[in-house]
Nanobody, 129 residues
Framework: ELQLMESGGGSVQAGESLRLSCSAP????????MSWYRQTPENECELVST???????YYADSVKGRFTIALNDAKNTVYLQMTILKPEDTAVYHC???????????????????????WGRGTQVTVSS
């Protein structure tokens, strides 16, 4: 079974940057659609970004121009580079594998583990003003 592990979260000031990592030891991630979701303190769920297996990407309007998703050369880690962070980016960020994720996304985002093929435990990002 594929186990996803996130890292890179932390507490920063508004305007600063963080890079989140998602890896699955022993597994190449280039053949699946990898996504980052976030769940806010108010329990709202948002699909932040998806790296599709064909290489194209999706970004939520709220992060366009600030966040970048990328697969490393070894194809075993998906990064989410987050810049110009805002307090509203505060959330727990989860990476997920969704087989044949629709492009563009067609459903409301779900942060329930059972709604994804594989789901990471998450990493906390806190942005202070």
């Amino acid at each position: 079974e594929l186990q996803l592990m996130e890292s890179g979260g932390g507490s920063v000031q508004a305007g600063e940057s963080l890079r989140l990592s998602c890896s699955a030891p022993g597994t190449l991630l280039d053949a699946v659609d990898m996504s980052w979701y976030r769940q806010t303190p108010e329990n709202e769920c948002e699909l932040v970004s998806t790296h599709y297996s064909d290489g194209h990407t999706y970004y939520a309007d709220s992060v366009k121009g600030r966040f970048t998703i990328a697969l490393n050369d070894a194809k075993n880690t998906v990064y989410l580079q987050m810049t110009i962070l805002k307090p509203e980016d505060t959330a727990v960020y989860h990476c997920a594998v969704d087989f044949l994720a629709p492009s563009p996304p067609t459903s409301p985002a779900s942060c329930r583990e059972k709604d994804h093929n594989f789901w990471g435990r998450g990493t906390q990002v806190t942005v202070s003003s």
